[in-house]
């Protein structure tokens, strides 16, 4: 855990954990940070931080008070809080495959306890949801390049925004695959599936570079190479064969 990223847990557990357990009191359980922030990956100003929180009941009033009584610090690091009960995460590993690996890979208990390991992900579960999420992004892609009406600025912005959800999905197609390691730097996740798929990992740099802020590359270019990249990724992922479980 770099400094930054443990500066923000010290703050979490500090000024909002106990917001959690006045508003949950006794049935909250679980406090888990995952994403970028976990993988390493997170880019201030622009990566959201993830949390997930387990408790035994839904808490629907808690929840509510939450978005008003945390506003702060959900401004400050960009929270994205996901609400599940201990019950609905441990049956729901079918629905959200892709996530859950995700998190048993890469998190950071904040507070409570949580045994992670004991989630049991079937391969095809998995490889429905990644099929499904890659011809998503597929056509998410074409939708962003014709709304942005050649307007490369806007283009730009949807694209950066966009790739942040994509790692976890690369990740995914790497599981799938039986890879034996999955990166979480991004350009070295890129060059894993290019070398497991046999693609040229070169279509994506220029996006990798926009997303670190690079702004010299031609946004409609970066958009139509990445969509070819996934479109052959698609069509690879199509013709594997899969066990039954991971």
Not at 116 to 140: D, F, M, N, P, W
Not at 142 to 171: D, H, I, M, N
Not at 231 to 238: E, F, N, P
Request: glycine share 6%.
């Amino acid at each position: 855990m770099n400094k930054e990223i443990e500066s923000i847990v010290d703050d979490l557990k500090e000024s909002f954990v106990p917001i959690l357990q006045e508003l949950f009191g006794d049935d909250l359980q679980t406090v888990i940070m995952y994403g970028s922030a976990a993988k390493g990956t997170y880019v201030a100003g622009v990566s959201d931080v993830n949390l997930l929180l387990l408790a035994g009941e839904t808490h629907p009033e808690a929840i509510m008070k939450l978005g008003n009584r945390a506003k702060k610090q959900i401004n400050k690091h960009r929270l994205s809080v996901q609400f599940l009960t201990t019950s609905e995460f441990k049956n729901s590993a079918d629905v959200f495959p892709m996530e859950y690996l995700d998190i048993q890979n890469s998190h950071i208990l904040v507070w409570g306890s949580a045994d992670l390991e004991a989630l049991k992900i079937e391969s095809t579960y998995l490889r429905h949801q990644v099929e499904e999420r890659l011809r998503g992004s597929v056509h998410a892609l074409r939708q962003a390049l014709f709304a942005s009406q050649g307007k490369a600025k806007l283009l730009s912005g949807v694209l950066k925004e966009w790739f942040g959800s994509q790692t976890a999905l690369l990740r995914a197609v790497l599981r799938l695959a039986g890879a034996s390691s999955v990166p979480e730097n991004s350009r070295e996740l890129v060059d894993a599936i290019g070398s497991t798929f046999a693609l040229d990992p070169a279509a994506l740099y220029p996006l990798l570079q926009l997303r670190e802020g690079d702004k010299s590359g031609d946004a409609a270019q970066i958009a139509v190479q990445t969509l070819q990249f996934l479109t052959q990724l698609v069509q690879k992922v199509d013709s594997m064969e899969i066990g039954s479980s991971s």
